[in-house]
């Protein structure tokens, strides 16, 4: 048989750090090396999974043993580590950021690489052009995966009540601004929304995956479902090679998760199970049910998403009590929605709710007002 991809499935039954490296080492090397996706002197952005300011221990977000080990692995083949991404739009701002609270910064600051949220560098995110996107034509993407050589994406085995599963392919999600989340949202449907995620999926597509599925997540996820124990890591230089295996690991039926067979159908990986070729532990063997969301909220009309835009906002304004009128939240602002009045006055029609305007305020004075419901979700 001619096989098209090699997923390496390896065990790892916790999350011990030498354990862990050496899983994420094996399961590299037999997917066949990052050699292809990294060259030596690259800066490589290794795209993890921080979806919610939450502990390690929740399986919310990627643990830091995984983060370790990948920077270990770009290392070793040349690359320069880089590790970030950005929470879902209600964390953003808030008092605890996901980066700290899950373990991330911690573990990147012991292996002396730098980490960030991606609204927290200067510019954080630059208008970008899909070719070819089903939903969205273009996508304000984060900088520092634009400007990056390579990417490495980093997810968390997780069932998603949007996409039914959330992996590879998904977890680029995270590395746009949230006007782009809120617009793919709005898409509506199961399948309208799974080819906005594929449209950014495409735009930003990484050359090499590693998935953490020692512990995933079953049910309410991404954020609300239950740790379950699996046991495995996963590599591929196909995310959405990777992305078919784990989900027939997790129990899903071939075609099921409309993110991997849409990815598929558009060229952008191998969702075929007979044309990808599994390193390791095979599927009979590493299967592991999971419970699969309810799905009430995959197919809502699109209308009950702006309702719930609306209801759930979460948007910078400017305390004049304590601005100093500096200017520094115009001059951060990556799409010009900031003038000086003499106070800032923020052009919400082209506002892209980046909250650098937030993070970059040297007085704390352009706050992130939440609306009530906004308030009670987090």
Not at 50 to 57: G, H, K, R, S, T
Not at 263 to 283: K, M, P
Request: proline share 6%.
């Amino acid at each position: 048989m001619n096989h098209s991809a090699t997923v390496a499935v390896e065990r790892c039954e916790d999350y011990d750090e030498a354990a862990v490296t050496a899983a994420v080492a094996a399961a590299v090397e037999n997917a066949g090396g990052l050699a292809a996706a990294v060259s030596p002197g690259d800066r490589v952005l290794i795209k993890a999974n921080l979806l919610a300011p939450v502990p390690p221990e929740a399986a919310v977000t990627t643990h830091p043993a995984m983060v370790k080990a990948a920077i270990a692995m770009v290392r070793e083949a040349g690359g320069e580590p880089l590790v970030a991404d950005s929470p879902g739009f209600l964390f953003v701002g808030g008092e605890d950021s996901a980066i700290e609270a899950s373990g991330v910064k911690q573990a990147c600051d012991e292996m002396g690489a730098d980490s960030f949220q991606f609204e927290q560098v200067e510019r954080p995110y630059v208008e970008t052009e899909v070719p070819g996107g089903q939903w969205l034509s273009s996508i304000y993407a984060a900088r520092l995966a634009l400007e990056a050589d390579a990417i490495i994406t980093l997810p968390k085995l997780k069932t998603h009540e949007n996409t039914m599963y959330t992996g590879a392919v998904k977890n680029m999600f995270g590395a746009v601004a949230a006007r782009t989340r809120k617009k793919a949202h709005r898409a509506g449907s199961y399948e309208r929304f799974s080819a906005a995620v594929v449209d950014i999926f495409s735009a930003l597509k990484p050359g090499f995956a590693i998935m953490d599925a020692i512990v995933g997540m079953e049910g309410s996820g991404p954020r609300h479902g239950e740790p379950r124990q699996v046991g495995l890591v996963l590599a591929s230089p196909d995310p959405v090679a990777l992305d078919a295996i784990a989900t027939a690991i997790a129990g899903f039926r071939p075609g099921e998760v409309a993110t991997t067979r849409i990815a598929a159908g558009r060229g952008l990986g191998i969702g075929d199970l007979g044309s990808i070729d599994i390193a390791g532990v095979s599927i009979r063997e590493a299967a592991v049910r999971f419970r699969k969301p309810g799905g009430l909220k995959r197919n809502l009309p699109s209308f009950l998403f702006a309702v719930a835009d609306r209801l759930t906002r979460v948007q910078p304004a400017c305390a004049e009590s304590v601005c100093t009128q500096c200017g520094q939240c115009r001059l951060a602002c990556p799409v010009a929605a900031i003038s000086m009045a003499p106070y800032p006055v923020i052009d919400r029609e082209r506002c892209i709710e980046c909250y650098c305007c937030n993070e970059l305020c040297p007085t704390g004075a352009m706050e992130l007002r939440r609306s009530w419901l906004a308030r009670r979700l987090v």
